[in-house]
């Protein structure tokens, strides 16, 4: 327990984000860095770059709901002040995706329609999975949720936005190297905590291993939805824009169809998943395939 005080202190938490990778940025990224002008310029990748980001800010506004629910569920002190941290942390990545929303040219009087038109109704629906249980005061099934299935493919997908990014797009790469290094904390916690406690309640693995996998359906649903229509990539071609040779997972994202890139993504999440959920104690339950 010592360990665990110490690694999700907000001691730790200060020196790791708000004075460590944090410090100098504005909204996660450096001043002054804008979106590129290719991007701004082309009503095609604009609103693709528009879809994509609501889902994360749809994505970002349950994990701060999930988190601060959690907060007095949580059976002791050190969890509760952790939680605090990850509030605090999930409250800012709603804010800096929001206002990458502004920056792409969402006016803000508009925001909540513009959320509400594009927000993928399966990423809704994996939202809502996640948040009963946190509404219920069940703290280890709501953490397993959030911090392990929630921000387990959070994780994952903000890994593959880099790689994509970080040759074409600085801004946007920056804000998402902040994310992933908070992410990478909370799933820490997720595994750190939760395994002493699943020993404690065995009666909760069915209830829990029925939520993983509601949740990972509507995760795989949201992925088909997201690159099956996605004309970024026709798009590009059609500027003459040489898509970046990044890898991810041994993959080169430069020549993969929309189509391999979300399997390459899907298979990567599920096994995570599957890894992080035997370590506590919990068993994979493979979700039926979105058709």
């Given at each position: 327990?010592?360990?665990?005080?110490?690694?999700?202190?907000?001691?730790?938490?200060?020196?790791?984000?708000?004075?460590?990778?944090?410090?100098?940025?504005?909204?996660?990224?450096?001043?002054?860095?804008?979106?590129?002008?290719?991007?701004?310029?082309?009503?095609?990748?604009?609103?693709?770059?528009?879809?994509?980001?609501?889902?994360?800010?749809?994505?970002?506004?349950?994990?701060?709901?999930?988190?601060?629910?959690?907060i007095n569920a949580a059976p002791d002190e050190a969890s509760r002040r952790f939680l605090a941290t990850q509030t605090?942390?999930?409250?800012?990545?709603?804010?800096?995706?929001?206002?990458?929303?502004?920056?792409?040219?969402?006016?803000?009087?508009?925001?909540?329609?513009?959320?509400?038109?594009?927000?993928?109704?399966?990423?809704?629906?994996?939202?809502?999975?996640?948040?009963?249980?946190?509404?219920?005061?069940?703290?280890?099934?709501?953490?397993?949720?959030?911090?392990?299935?929630?921000?387990?493919?959070?994780?994952?997908?903000?890994?593959?936005?880099?790689?994509?990014?970080?040759?074409?797009?600085?801004?946007?790469?920056?804000?998402?190297?902040?994310?992933?290094?908070?992410?990478?904390?909370?799933?820490?916690?997720?595994?750190?905590?939760?395994?002493?406690?699943?020993?404690?309640?065995?009666?909760?693995?069915?209830?829990?291993?029925?939520?993983?996998?509601?949740?990972?359906?509507?995760?795989?649903?949201?992925?088909?939805?997201?690159?099956?229509?996605?004309?970024?990539?026709?798009?590009?071609?059609?500027?003459?824009?040489?898509?970046?040779?990044?890898?991810?997972?041994?993959?080169?994202?430069?020549?993969?169809?929309?189509?391999?890139?979300?399997?390459?993504?899907?298979?990567?999440?599920?096994?995570?998943?599957?890894?992080?959920?035997?370590?506590?104690?919990?068993?994979?339950?493979?979700?039926?395939?979105?058709?």
């Open positions: 327990m010592a360990d665990f005080l110490s690694a999700y202190s907000i001691q730790s938490w200060l020196e790791s984000a708000p004075q460590g990778y944090l410090e100098n940025t504005e909204h996660g990224h450096a001043r002054g860095e804008r979106e590129p002008a290719f991007l701004l310029e082309n009503d095609v990748l604009r609103e693709e770059n528009v879809k994509a980001t609501v889902q994360l800010v749809v994505g970002e506004r349950c994990a701060l709901s999930a988190s601060s629910g959690l605090l942390d999930e409250a800012r990545h709603v804010e800096v995706f929001t206002h990458r929303l502004y920056d792409l040219g969402v006016q803000k009087s508009a925001l909540e329609d513009v959320i509400r038109t594009y927000a993928n109704p399966n990423l809704v629906k994996f939202a809502e999975v996640l948040l009963e249980k946190v509404d219920k005061k069940d703290f280890v099934a709501g953490v397993v949720g959030q911090n392990i299935v929630l921000e387990g493919m959070a994780f994952s997908v903000f890994e593959m936005m880099y790689a994509m990014n970080e040759p074409m797009n600085a801004k946007f790469a920056h804000t998402l190297a902040g994310t992933i290094a908070d992410e990478r904390r909370h799933v820490g916690f997720g595994e750190n905590r939760i395994g002493s406690l699943i020993k404690d309640h065995p009666e909760k693995k069915p209830a829990i291993e029925r939520m993983q996998k509601e949740m990972s359906y509507f995760m795989l649903a949201t992925f088909a939805d997201a690159f099956r229509g996605n004309r970024t990539v026709e798009e590009l071609k059609k500027l003459g824009v040489e898509r970046p040779h990044s890898s991810y997972q041994g993959a080169d994202l430069g020549v993969l169809s929309p189509e391999e890139m979300e399997h390459v993504l899907a298979d990567t999440v599920l096994h995570e998943f599957k890894t992080r959920l035997g370590r506590i104690g919990i068993e994979y339950q493979t979700p039926a395939t979105p058709s």
